[in-house]
């Protein structure tokens, strides 16, 4: 399935055998695919562009705030201390790209990916905008810019530049929020260097990616590519050359009685691959899935008067006229493992209380003896996740012979969003101790919401 150097000169497809960068300009061919690529991908950069500015339950749909150390997600706060929900949800983004890579190849790369997206979509039509087609470009770097090529080439560059600086702020605003990112806009830099060094660094690693680095970053740079193969195996779908229809290749003339196959060695393939390959030597670690020569060999397909499909995106299997399994042991292990992981993230999702409380024991002796009274001293930590300022306070059930007192006052303030720690003091008679325990339950109010449990354990004499 996977081409195999065999020969020592053989180098990747954007390398020169000498090791040199070759440079790639794809030929846009505007089929099918394309024009589906096309609509999913302006709406993956629409949608990268609203998350930070759409507020759900009074946070951004989606922030990464390095200020504060939150993590919101539609709708949800997240904290530091939320391991074991944020590890369950990295957990099943990784388990969902395997499970979606057995199934549909690096369909990702292609269609997904801001790498692809943004270079085929944003920063290539601004360079055809300036500099032409493909072969244009090609016979334009190939000699000594100057007078009409230069000024274009220095305009592209000029465009490439701002659009980099909006992408950088769109990104930052996802570690940094559009709120106070907007308010350090309208402050001198000095005023907070730190996040001005973020967006200029950003924008010149943006810059230096889509203008300069390009398909290296797909086919050098990411680990997913070496992944694939791993990933993938017979069944998974995957773009193919039909080499059973295809060969063998040549343009019959008049006069030849050549049995030739459907591929007339046009290279349409080659000249449309982002990558710079050659599909027809099979599946190779540099394709992305763009199906860009699927639309390319169609389209000249048509033009002969043969039959659609010789590259398309199928199976090995139905590319030998055998069923594809679907349902192998892989696909099924993968599935299963995320829909419980989804269901477990599920589960801890809906246990997330809006007034979140955690409690530590201080360091020192586990009580303090006050004449016939068991002190007890904690840590506690109270955090809001809701969209409001909420104002809480700590109350003993009514049997409770339990005496607290917080540190600093009753009642506590917490913004929206923020977290508070307190002291927390509780005394008991020795006699409610039974083997040196006893368990104390405290209720915790806030305003709008049910009240919060907080069950504490308390040591004493025994």
């Not at 770097?141 to 230069?150: F, T, V, W, Y």
Request: proline fraction near 4%.
């Amino acid at each position: 399935m996977s081409k195999i150097l065999n020969s020592p000169d053989e180098v990747l497809s954007t390398l020169n055998k000498d090791g040199s960068r070759k440079w790639v300009y794809p030929t846009l061919v505007k089929g099918v695919w394309w024009k589906r690529r096309m609509i999913v991908a302006y709406a993956l950069i629409a949608v990268f562009i609203a998350m930070p500015l759409i507020n759900i339950n009074g946070h951004p749909a989606i922030l990464f705030d390095i200020f504060t150390w939150k993590f919101s997600l539609f709708g949800w706060v997240f904290s530091p201390t939320d391991t074991e929900i944020l590890m369950v949800f990295g957990l099943t983004i990784l388990v969902a790209v395997v499970f979606v890579t057995a199934l549909f190849g690096r369909v990702w790369c292609g269609w997904g990916c801001p790498q692809t997206v943004y270079l085929e979509f944003i920063y290539r039509p601004i360079e055809a905008l300036f500099e032409g087609k493909a072969a244009k470009r090609r016979r334009t770097d190939s000699k000594k810019l100057k007078g009409a090529d230069l000024a274009k080439k220095i305009l592209k560059w000029c465009v490439y530049f701002l659009v980099s600086f909006g992408l950088a702020h769109v990104f930052v605003a996802y570690i940094a929020g559009w709120e106070r990112l907007g308010s350090f806009m309208t402050q001198s830099p000095a005023d907070h260097p730190s996040l001005f060094g973020l967006v200029s660094g950003m924008t010149a690693l943006i810059l230096f990616d889509f203008g300069y680095f390009r398909e290296q970053m797909c086919t050098i740079a990411c680990p997913y590519a070496r992944l694939q193969s791993v990933l993938i195996d017979n069944d998974s779908m995957i773009v193919s050359y039909d080499p059973f229809r295809g060969e063998p290749r040549g343009k019959k003339k008049k006069g030849d009685d050549l049995d030739l196959g459907d591929c007339v060695a046009c290279n349409a393939c080659v000249r449309t691959c982002p990558t710079g390959i050659d599909i027809r030597d099979g599946l190779q670690m540099e394709c992305i899935g763009c199906l860009q020569c699927v639309d390319a060999c169609d389209e000249i397909m048509i033009k002969v008067d043969r039959p659609v499909g010789l590259i398309r995106y199928t199976s090995q299997p139905a590319l030998e006229k055998k069923k594809t399994n679907i349902f192998r042991p892989r696909v099924i292990l993968y599935g299963i493992l995320f829909v419980v992981l989804l269901s477990i993230f599920g589960i801890l999702i809906g246990g997330t209380k809006a007034i979140s409380v955690k409690v530590f024991r201080t360091g020192g002796a586990p009580f303090v003896m006050v004449q016939d009274d068991v002190l007890n001293t904690y840590k506690v930590r109270i955090e809001n996740r809701t969209g409001d300022l909420q104002k809480v306070e700590f109350h003993k059930e009514a049997d409770s012979k339990v005496n607290l007192f917080v540190a600093g006052g009753g009642k506590i303030e917490i913004e929206s969003g923020r977290f508070k720690k307190v002291v927390l003091r509780l005394s008991l008679p020795k006699t409610e101790f039974k083997n040196g325990k006893a368990d104390i339950v405290l209720h915790l109010k806030h305003k709008g919401q049910e009240d919060v449990l907080v069950n504490l354990h308390m040591i004493g004499p025994k």
